[in-house]
């Protein structure tokens, strides 16, 4: 059996893309207002627990735990993986057009590197099928006439 | 001590360091994905007992707390190795060896089916996030 993804799922593996890299940006944009936090003015850190971009960011990589393991429940490791890489292509978008950092000739060949990564595992089953450990139940006869499956 | 630029570790303790930041991701993640798998599918489950009961189904698992430790474990150890070793080495080196790594711990010991597709994918994906870095 080939198992392939309802909509619905593919959207939980775009919030496991999106949520990683623009949560990861959020945190780089609000420390970058913080300022550097060193050993010796730790206290720095809760400061920057105030910070509104921090405090998105935060809920953004809670909402990113949250689909992925809820992608992991329903997909392989080494399905989920992948998608998740795609994450470094949207923050360097990001990069490129919120924060104006340069992009290099190197970067944009990374990029369709993991494009191509990401492609080659999307349409593929996302979930190996293992053997039952046990056999299956004998299934109980059904009366003649009813319905299967359940009453409709 | 002040970080100044100056990085102070020989080449074996850069890759002990590296490795070490690899091993407990992979542990992470495959401790992890094993959980998950044992707990079954979050949609259905908090279908049938609401957004509590997959919370606590996930947080009670004593494989996905490991996995969690084993993430922690994978924070601190990166932040140790950035604090001895070149950020432009550390993190695409870690990231990298972290892909392949769960390639081969998923087909080990989750038993997944890791085909050709997979490890093309685990290959193009370690190679562009290396040339990310560059």
Redesign the interface.
């Known amino acids: 059996m080939k198992h392939t993804l309802t909509p619905q799922r593919y959207l939980i593996l775009l919030a496991v893309m999106l949520s990683a890299s623009v949560g990861d940006t959020l945190l780089s944009h609000g420390m970058a207002q913080v300022g550097p936090v060193t050993l010796a003015h730790l206290g720095l850190l809760l400061v920057a627990l105030r910070n509104p971009w921090i405090i998105t960011g935060i809920l953004c990589l809670l909402g990113f735990f949250a689909s992925y393991l809820t992608a992991l429940s329903w997909a392989d490791l080494t399905f989920v993986l992948p998608s998740t890489a795609f994450g470094y292509v949207v923050v360097a978008f990001l990069a490129k057009y919120w924060q104006h950092e340069t992009i290099t000739v190197y970067r944009w060949l990374g990029i369709l590197l993991i494009v191509c990564g990401v492609g080659f595992v999307a349409n593929g089953p996302s979930l190996t099928e293992h053997e039952p450990q046990h056999p299956p139940e004998e299934s109980t006869p059904v009366a003649e006439g009813a319905t299967p499956g359940g009453t409709q | 001590m002040?970080y100044t630029g100056h990085i102070y570790a020989g080449p074996i303790e850069t890759w002990a360091t590296i490795l070490s930041v690899a091993a407990t991701a992979v542990a992470g993640?495959?401790l992890?994905?094993g959980a998950?798998?044992r707990?079954?599918?979050?949609?259905r489950i908090r279908a049938n007992s609401g957004l509590g009961g997959a919370v606590r189904a996930?947080t009670s698992s004593p494989i996905f707390l490991l996995g969690v430790l084993s993430m922690a474990a994978s924070f601190f150890s990166l932040l140790f190795t950035l604090s001895n070793v070149e950020l432009s080495l550390a993190a695409p080196a870690s990231a990298s060896l972290t892909?392949l790594g769960?390639?081969f711990a998923?087909?080990i010991f989750?038993?997944?089916?890791?085909?050709r597709?997979?490890w093309?994918?685990?290959?193009?994906?370690c190679?562009?996030?290396?040339?990310?870095t560059?």
């Open positions: 002040i993640d495959v992890t994905a998950m798998r707990i079954g599918d979050l949609d996930v892909f769960n390639a998923a087909k989750l038993k997944e089916n890791v085909n597709r997979r093309m994918a685990a290959l193009f994906v190679a562009g996030v290396f040339l990310l560059k």
